[in-house]
């Protein structure tokens, strides 16, 4: 029997989600709470969730499967147990972290290296079976972690942080499909062209002066430009009134900067707080008393760790 583990981190996007499928700059960041996966050889392939073993295989998840196996040339069916603390459909990149961790898992049991070009073909394959029409960015931050600046089709640029930001992530407590808040953008974009362009290009710009506030450090700038960017996704349709809550509680916590995270239409908002934790602290308990689940976070000192530690085996 051959088995193999993978891990990944999921993510949140700073700027340029929805742009991005359309050739915009994205700014994204690995945060760390992530997904992991034990491949172990079988008959035929099944995906399976290591907190519900009694479901039968997901028929998506496993055609996911299939098609990273293609990718990756293993001719080996391989039975997957996934496991994550990432909420699904919230902008986090769950399903792409998935992916990843299924790929490396793969890689690992057939004793090959977890190559980041590989890894992120593979991932891009399981992606398309949720998506349609991924842009990558989600499987890229996935694969690579740290703080990235991605761009359609072009190489990801690796950003270095002169220190770590500290985010406090909130869930409306709606979950949201990508692909279809993408497919209403692409239906608002075919109705009126010049106005979703004209925001695509205003998005270019925050993606462009926020890498240089993130490299700089500035984090007031950084706050300004994350607000900039929730107005223009509000403009494009993808805010909710409960994301629009979550961000003005936020702000008037003190928080620097709020915005969406991901496709909108609900998932989860970020929140850039001072460094420290009176500041998170205060946003956490103004969203908790609100009723919103969250969490804190810090981007910039997430290190990828492709091995995750020793775990019992499963038990097919
Ligand atoms: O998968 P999500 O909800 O994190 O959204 C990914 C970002 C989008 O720009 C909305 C889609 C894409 O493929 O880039």
């Given at each position: 029997m051959r088995e193999g583990r993978?891990?990944?981190?999921?993510?949140?996007?700073?700027?340029?989600?929805?742009?991005?499928?359309?050739?915009?700059p994205?700014?994204?960041?690995?945060i760390d709470r992530c997904a992991d996966a034990v491949a172990t050889s079988a008959d035929e392939d099944a995906v399976i969730f290591a907190s519900s073993p009694a479901e039968p295989p997901s028929r998506e998840l496993?055609?996911?499967l299939r098609r990273v196996r293609r990718v990756l040339a293993i001719e080996q069916a391989y039975r997957v147990t996934l496991s994550t603390d990432l909420p699904a459909a919230a902008g986090l990149g769950c399903s792409a972290a998935l992916g990843v961790a299924a790929s490396r898992a793969l890689l690992a049991a057939e004793a090959r290296e977890g190559r980041?070009?590989?890894?992120?073909?593979?991932?891009h394959a399981w992606e398309t079976v949720f998506h349609g029409n991924p842009s990558g960015v989600d499987a890229t931050v996935a694969a690579l972690g740290g703080v990235v600046s991605f761009v359609r089709g072009e190489r990801p640029e690796a950003i270095t942080l002169p220190q770590p930001l500290r985010f406090v992530v909130g869930h409306t407590g709606q979950g949201s499909s990508t692909k279809s808040m993408v497919e209403g953008v692409a239906r608002l974009r075919a109705r009126s062209p010049e106005m979703v362009d004209r925001t695509f290009e205003a998005i270019r710009s925050v993606s462009r002066n926020l890498r240089l506030a993130?490299?700089?450090?500035?984090?007031?700038?950084?706050?300004?430009?994350?607000?900039?960017n929730q107005m223009l996704l509000a403009g494009l349709f993808v805010s909710t009134t409960e994301i629009e809550s979550l961000c003005r509680l936020a702000r008037a916590a003190g928080a620097l900067g709020a915005k969406l995270t991901g496709a909108g239409g609900g998932g989860c908002v970020i929140a850039l707080c001072e460094d420290g934790d009176t500041a998170a602290?205060?946003?956490?308990?103004?969203?908790?008393?609100?009723g919103f689940s969250c969490f804190s976070t810090t981007i910039g000192a997430v290190k990828d760790a492709p091995v995750?530690?020793?775990?019992?085996?499963?038990?097919?």
């Open positions: 993978g891990r990944a981190f999921g993510k949140i996007i700073l700027s340029g989600e929805h742009a991005a499928v359309f050739g915009v994205a700014l994204a960041a690995g496993t055609e996911a980041p070009p590989d890894v992120l073909e593979a991932a993130l490299e700089a450090g500035d984090t007031k700038a950084i706050g300004q430009l994350l607000d900039m602290g205060a946003v956490e308990s103004a969203w908790t008393q609100a995750p530690p020793p775990a019992p085996s499963p038990t097919s």
